[in-house]
C-alpha cells in the first residue's frame, strides 16, 4: 500500500474506499513527547485541508488537517484511552489517528508519495 | 552536588511540605469570638454538612511555611531579571505605603460617592498622567490587566464600526506574525477575524505588507510598538495613515512603553487605543503573576465608547456614571472601577519620578540594553544587532545551536549562575529567542558583571561542554522539572487518596 | 531621581562603548517630529517626603469604611485580614517575582498556587480549580464563554439574583462573541424564574447563591432544568466565606463554580486588585481558561510544580486559545491562601458562622424599624430590606451621619424598578453597637 504525505505532515494509506490518517515521523519528532491529542468524533465530515484534529506536547499544540476529504469512521482507541506515547512510538503505524472513509480518489493521487515527502522534509 | 541531608534541607533552603500533608482541620491560625450558634438560624436548611478538610495552621507555622516557600524564589530584590517585555524593574516601597493608607484600601466601591471624592480625585490625576503622557485625550482606566486592556480597545473599536454601521462589514483585524499571542487571541475574543502580516527580515512591519491587505473589511491593525523583537516601527506614522485612510482603527499594544514614556507620545504616531500596563511601565508589583492593570488609553474617534463607570465632574464635586444607558459607552469590563490598589501605586511612581524622570526611565532603559547589545554582540548572534534595539536585546540560536546548546539549555545555565533567564522563545519569529530587558533599575555593575556571565557561557558553548549545559541547573532549588509528566496525567490539586508521588519519589 | 542608579558618567562611558554620542542616536527610528524634545508639561520629579503628602492628602479626602458603622457589601466584604497576610505577601520573593516561567526557581510561587488551587476546589466541593482570574465579575464572563465552547450553543441565561453588575460585564464580553445574553427579571428568590425558561438552545443558566439580595437557595432543581436541556449550569458567587457554612455550587452538581475571592485574604481596596474564583468539573477542563499549576517531578525524581496545560493559552495556541487572559491574581490569590491556612475548616466554620450570626441580629434589629420589611428570609450574610421611601437618598443621608447602610438596588440596576429596596449586610467587623447605630439612624431618616 503506498503511504501519500502533506506539507502539513500528516500521512495517509488509502485500503479500498477507507483512508488511514496519522502524522509523519518527522512531525512526531518535532513535536517532541506528545501530551495530548482530540481526534473527531465518527461520523464527522471534513472537506480537504479543514482542522480534523488536535496534538499537544507540552509546550505547543498542532492542529491535524485532513489530508483528503472524506468522513469519519474509525478513530484509534488507543489515543482515545490516552496512550499518547504510541503517537511517539509509532508515528505512522499504531499511532494512527482515524479512519476516513473517502470521497475522491483524486486528492489522494495529488499528495507526495514517500520519496518527495523526504526530499520536502530535507528542504525544511 | 549529590550530597543529600537527613532533614531534605539545603541549608538556608528548607524542605516544605504542602499544608495539606502537615496542617489538620482543627488548626487554626486566626481567635474569633465564639459564635452563640443555632437559635437564630436563617440558612433554611441549607447549610453545609460534610467535613471540608480544610488545614489549618497557627500563626507561626503559617508564616514560616510560607517564609520558606518564599526562599525557593528568584526576585528583582534579589538580582536582575532580564525577562524580555516583561519590564522587570525595581519595585519602589513608597507605593506599597500609598496604597495600604485606609483612606485608600478600606474604601468600597459602591460607598455613597460623598465619602470617595478623594479616590475619584487620584483616578482623575492618574488619568490626567497617562493622558499627557501618550499625548490622548481619553483613558479607560477599568482593565484589570494588559490583555484585558487590549480587550477593551478593541471592544471600543468595534463600537465604533458599529456606531458607523460596519461592524458586520468590517471583520478582518491585520496581526504582525511577531505579535504577543494576547493580541490574536483578543482580536479573536472581540468577534474580529484575525489576518496575519507575515514577519520580514529585519523584525519590523513594512506599510507596503500592511497595505497590501487593507480593504473595505479591514476593522483595524493590531501592532506592538516597540515590537517584540525590541525595535521602534520605523513607519508606525506611515502604517497609521493608511489605515485611517482605509477606514480601519490602530490599537497599538503599549507592553514596551517603557522605552519611549516621557519620548515619545503614542497620540502623535496615530494610534487610536493603546493599553499601559502599569505593572510594566509604572512598577506596581508582578506579584508571581499579578495583579495586573491595564488602563486604555483612545483617540477622539474612540473616547465615545469608553466602558463605564465614567468619572463626571460637576463643579468640585466628582460623581459616577455607572451605566451606559443613554451613552455611547460600549458596556462594562468588570464589575467595578478597576484595579485601584494599583492606581495608588502607579500615580506614586509617576509623581516619584515626574516628566523629568520618566524621560530619564526612558533613556536609561535604552541606554542599558544597548550598552548589553554593544558587549554581547560579539558572543551571540543578534538577528536585528546592526542597528540600535530600544529596551530590550535579541538574540537567536544560531552561534550555540549548531554546537548542540539550545535556548532552553542556556537559560538553565544562568539558573546556577544566580540570575533569572531572559525570556525563552519568544518572539516566535526568531529561531531559539533569547530576549533580554535589563530595564532602567540596573546600575552599570549589575549589568557588566551578568554580560560576563553570559560571555563564559558563550565561550562554554564553544569548548563543547554541552552535558554542562544538558545538566543545569544543578545548584537551584530544583533540578529540571519534568513538563512532560506534568500534562499527560495532570494533577492539579491535592488529594487525600491519590498523593503518591511524593511516596513515589521517597521510596 | 532615586530609583535609577546610573551616573551621569555612567552614561558618558556606555554611549562610548556603544559607539553613540548622544542618547537620542539610539532612537534614530522614530519618525520625524515624534521625538519629543521637551519635557511633557507636568509636575517634575519629588522626594518621598512631597509624594507622601499628596497621597496622604487624597486618601484623607475618603471616609473609610472603618470610621463608620459600615454595612455595604454587593460583591466585595469588610472582613478582618491577618496582620501576618499582608507581611507575608509584602515578602520581595512573593511580591517582587515574575509569572513561574522558571520553575526551578519559583517553587515558592508554584506550591502556593497548587495550595491555592487545592484548598479553592475542597471550599466550592469541585474537581479542579485554575490559578485564579482577574475577579469575580470577570470569571463570570468567562464562564458564560466556556460554556457555550463546551456547549456550542448560543445562549446564556442569567438568574435574577446575579449581580447586575457581573451580568454586564459578561454580556458587554459576551455580545463581542455573537453569544445572547438573556438576564431574567431581578428577584429576591430566583429559583422558580430560573427553572422554567431553558429552551434546547441555551448554553449555560448562571445562578448566584448567596444572591444579589442575600438569598440562598438549593441549587438541585435548577441543576436538573439545566442538564435537562442539555446546558451547564455555572453557580456564581461573591461572598466566598459562605461556603464555611453552606453548601457551594459544587454540592449541587455545578458544572462550573465561580465567583469572587475576596473576602478572604484581601482588602477592599475601592473595587480591586481582588482574586476570581474559577473551578470546573474534571471532564471541561481543556476548555477551563487560566493558568493552572500541575504536580510533576524534577531530574532527580523530587517533587515540584510547574504551570501545566499551557496549550490552551494565548501564548501557545494565540487565536484558538480558549482565552486572552495571561495574568492570574497573584498577591491576591496568595493573601487568599495564606488567609485561608490560618483560618482552617475550625476558623472558616466559625468566621462564617459569626457573620450569619451578625447578619441575623441587623435583620432582627431593621425589621423592627417601622415601615422596614426584610424581603430574604434565607441568607448568610446579607439582606435585602424594602424602606417605605426610594433607598438611594435613604442611603445619602445615613451616609452623612457615618452609617454606610449598604447599596440601593436602584444603584446597581436603575431598571429593575426595585427603587425601595436597599441591601446590605453584616460581617465579623459589625459590632452590636454598629448594628444598634445603624437602625436607630435609619428609624430617625424614615420619620422625617
Not at chain 2, 516621557?262 to 510594566?280: E, Q, S, T, Y
Not at chain 3, 482552617?344 to 450570626?357: C, D, I, M, S, T
Request: charged residues 20%; glycine residues 10%.
Amino acid at each position: 500500500m503506498t503511504t501519500r504525505f502533506t506539507k502539513d505532515h500528516e500521512w495517509v494509506r488509502l485500503d479500498g474506499d477507507v483512508a488511514t490518517v496519522g502524522i509523519s515521523t518527522y512531525a512526531a519528532e518535532q513535536l517532541g513527547d506528545v501530551v495530548y491529542a482530540e481526534l473527531p468524533p465518527v461520523g464527522a465530515s471534513f472537506a480537504q485541508g479543514a482542522d480534523m484534529a488536535v496534538v499537544e506536547s507540552a509546550k505547543t499544540a498542532s492542529d491535524v488537517y485532513a489530508p483528503i476529504s472524506g468522513e469519519v469512521v474509525d478513530a484509534n482507541a488507543e489515543i482515545k484511552g490516552e496512550n499518547w506515547q504510541i503517537i511517539n512510538d509509532a508515528p505512522q503505524g499504531e499511532g494512527w489517528f482515524v479512519k476516513l472513509k473517502i470521497a475522491n480518489k483524486a486528492e489522494f493521487d495529488a499528495l507526495m508519495d514517500e520519496a518527495a515527502y523526504a526530499d520536502y522534509v530535507k528542504g525544511l | 552536588m549529590s550530597y543529600e541531608t537527613t532533614s531534605g534541607n539545603k541549608g538556608l533552603q528548607q524542605a516544605e511540605a504542602l499544608i495539606f500533608e502537615t496542617g489538620h482541620a482543627t488548626g487554626t491560625g486566626v481567635d474569633l469570638p465564639e459564635p452563640k450558634g443555632g437559635a437564630y438560624e436563617k440558612l433554611g436548611g441549607l447549610g453545609r454538612k460534610a467535613a471540608l478538610e480544610l488545614p489549618g495552621f497557627s500563626e507561626p507555622e503559617t508564616v514560616r511555611h510560607f517564609v520558606r516557600l518564599s526562599q525557593k524564589n528568584y526576585a528583582i530584590d534579589l538580582g536582575l531579571f532580564p525577562l524580555g517585555s516583561c519590564t522587570m524593574k525595581h519595585n519602589p516601597r513608597l507605593n506599597e505605603r500609598a496604597a495600604r493608607f485606609e483612606g485608600f484600601a478600606d474604601l468600597h466601591p459602591l460607598q455613597p460617592t460623598s465619602t470617595i471624592q478623594g479616590a475619584l480625585e487620584l483616578m482623575d490625576e492618574l488619568a490626567h498622567w497617562l493622558m499627557e503622557l501618550t499625548g490622548m485625550p481619553a483613558v479607560a482606566l477599568s482593565p484589570k490587566a494588559g490583555a484585558h486592556g487590549e480587550f477593551c480597545g478593541m471592544l471600543a473599536i468595534k463600537a465604533a464600526l458599529e456606531a458607523r454601521g460596519e461592524a458586520e462589514t468590517r471583520r478582518r483585524v491585520l496581526v504582525p506574525e511577531s505579535a504577543h499571542g494576547t493580541n490574536p487571541a483578543t482580536a479573536v475574543a472581540a468577534g474580529f477575524i484575525v489576518d496575519e502580516i507575515p514577519a520580514r527580515d529585519d523584525g519590523r512591519v513594512h506599510l507596503d505588507d500592511v497595505v497590501a491587505k487593507l480593504g473595505p473589511d479591514v476593522a483595524g491593525v493590531m501592532m506592538t510598538n516597540p515590537n517584540t523583537c525590541g525595535l521602534f516601527e520605523p513607519e508606525i506614522k506611515r502604517i497609521a495613515d493608511a489605515i485611517h485612510e482605509a477606514g480601519g482603527y490602530f490599537y497599538c499594544d503599549g507592553a514596551n512603553y517603557n522605552a519611549i514614556v516621557g519620548k515619545v507620545r503614542p497620540g502623535d504616531l496615530g494610534i487610536d487605543a493603546m493599553h499601559i500596563n502599569l505593572h510594566k511601565t509604572f512598577s506596581t508589583p508582578h506579584g508571581g503573576g499579578g495583579p495586573g492593570a491595564g488602563p486604555t488609553v483612545l483617540s477622539a474617534a474612540l473616547a465615545p465608547f469608553a466602558p463605564v463607570p465614567h468619572i463626571v465632574k460637576r463643579g468640585d464635586v466628582r460623581e459616577l456614571r455607572e451605566h451606559s444607558d443613554g451613552t455611547q459607552a460600549f458596556g462594562r469590563m468588570c464589575a467595578f472601577h478597576g484595579q485601584m490598589g494599583m492606581f495608588t501605586r502607579a500615580l506614586t511612581y509617576m509623581m516619584s519620578h515626574g516628566s523629568d524622570g520618566l524621560r530619564q526611565v526612558a533613556e536609561d532603559a535604552v541606554l542599558n540594553a544597548n550598552y548589553l547589545l554593544a558587549r554581547l554582540k560579539p558572543h551571540f548572534n543578534a538577528p536585528f544587532g546592526e542597528r540600535p534595539c530600544m529596551h530590550e536585546v535579541l538574540l537567536d540560536d544560531s552561534s550555540i545551536k549548531p554546537k548542540g546548546v539550545e535556548t532552553i539549555d542556556m537559560a538553565k545555565a544562568l539558573l546556577d549562575e544566580g540570575y533569572h533567564p531572559f525570556t525563552t522563545y519568544f518572539p516566535l519569529v526568531v529561531h531559539g529567542a533569547m530576549l533580554i530587558e535589563p530595564t532602567e533599575t540596573e546600575p552599570k555593575r549589575e549589568l557588566d558583571r551578568f554580560a560576563d556571565v553570559m560571555i563564559a557561557l558563550a565561550e562554554r558553548v564553544n569548548a563543547g561542554e554541552v552535558e554542562f549545559f544538558k545538566q543545569a541547573p544543578k545548584l537551584a532549588p530544583m533540578r529540571r522539572l519534568d513538563d512532560t509528566r506534568a500534562a499527560r496525567s495532570p494533577k492539579l490539586r491535592w488529594k487525600p487518596e491519590a498523593n503518591s508521588a511524593a511516596k513515589q519519589a521517597a521510596e | 531621581m532615586r530609583y535609577l542608579p546610573l551616573t551621569e558618567a555612567d552614561r558618558q562611558q556606555m554611549l562610548s562603548v556603544i559607539g553613540a554620542k548622544h542618547i537620542d542616536e539610539l532612537f534614530v527610528d522614530v519618525p520625524k517630529g515624534a521625538l519629543l524634545k521637551d519635557l511633557i508639561d507636568l509636575p517634575k520629579a519629588q522626594g518621598e517626603i512631597e509624594v507622601h503628602r499628596h497621597m496622604q492628602r487624597l486618601a484623607e479626602k475618603n471616609i473609610p469604611a472603618g470610621r463608620t458603622a459600615f454595612f455595604l457589601g454587593a460583591g466585595a466584604y469588610r472582613h478582618h485580614v491577618p496582620a501576618s497576610v499582608d507581611h507575608l505577601i509584602q515578602r520581595s520573593e512573593f511580591l517582587t517575582a515574575y509569572t513561574p516561567y522558571q520553575p526551578e526557581i519559583a517553587q515558592g510561587t508554584l506550591q502556593a498556587l497548587y495550595e491555592f488551587q487545592s484548598q479553592v476546589a475542597t471550599l466550592l466541593d469541585m474537581e479542579v480549580s485554575n490559578a485564579s482570574m482577574y475577579d469575580g465579575s470577570t470569571a463570570c464572563a468567562e464562564a458564560a464563554m466556556m460554556a457555550a465552547r463546551v456547549t456550542k450553543r448560543k445562549k446564556i441565561v442569567f438568574s435574577g439574583g446575579v449581580h447586575p453588575h457581573y451580568i454586564e460585564t459578561a454580556r458587554t464580553a459576551c455580545e463581542a462573541l455573537g453569544l445572547e445574553i438573556v438576564a431574567l427579571p431581578a428577584a429576591i428568590d430566583d429559583e422558580a424564574a430560573v427553572t422554567g425558561k431553558l429552551g434546547a438552545d441555551v448554553a449555560a443558566v448562571i445562578v448566584q447563591s448567596p444572591n444579589v439580595f442575600g438569598t440562598i437557595t438549593d441549587l438541585s432543581k435548577i441543576r436538573e432544568a439545566a442538564h435537562g436541556a442539555g446546558a451547564l449550569m455555572v453557580a456564581t458567587f461573591t461572598e466566598c466565606t459562605a461556603f464555611g457554612l453552606i453548601e457551594p455550587g459544587g454540592s449541587y452538581g455545578a458544572d462550573i463554580v465561580c465567583g469572587e475571592g475576596q473576602s478572604i485574604g484581601n482588602a477592599l481596596n475601592f473595587g480591586g486588585p481582588y482574586v476570581g474564583l474559577f473551578t470546573v468539573k474534571e471532564k471541561y477542563l481543556r476548555q477551563m481558561p487560566g493558568r493552572v499549576a500541575g504536580e510533576t517531578l524534577d531530574a532527580d525524581g523530587k517533587r515540584g510544580f510547574v504551570l501545566t496545560l499551557s496549550t490552551r493559552e494565548q501564548h501557545i495556541r494565540r487565536e484558538k486559545a480558549t482565552s486572552n487572559i495571561c495574568t492570574n491574581s497573584g498577591l491576591c490569590q496568595l493573601a487568599w491562601t495564606i488567609h485561608m491556612t490560618l483560618l482552617g475548616e475550625k476558623g472558616l466554620r466559625q468566621l462564617a458562622a459569626l457573620n450569619h450570626e451578625k447578619a441575623t441580629q441587623l435583620a432582627f434589629a431593621l425589621g423592627a424599624v417601622p415601615g422596614v420589611e426584610v424581603l430574604t428570609t434565607r441568607f448568610y450574610n446579607e439582606i435585602a430590606v424594602r424602606l417605605p421611601k426610594p433607598a438611594q437618598g435613604v442611603v445619602d443621608t445615613l451616609a452623612a451621619e457615618g452609617v454606610i447602610a449598604g447599596v440601593a438596588m436602584s444603584r446597581l440596576d436603575p431598571k429593575a424598578g426595585m427603587d425601595d429596596v436597599l441591601i446590605t449586610c453584616a460581617t465579623e467587623m459589625n459590632t452590636h453597637d454598629d448594628i444598634a447605630t445603624y437602625a436607630d439612624a435609619l428609624k430617625k431618616v424614615l420619620a422625617q
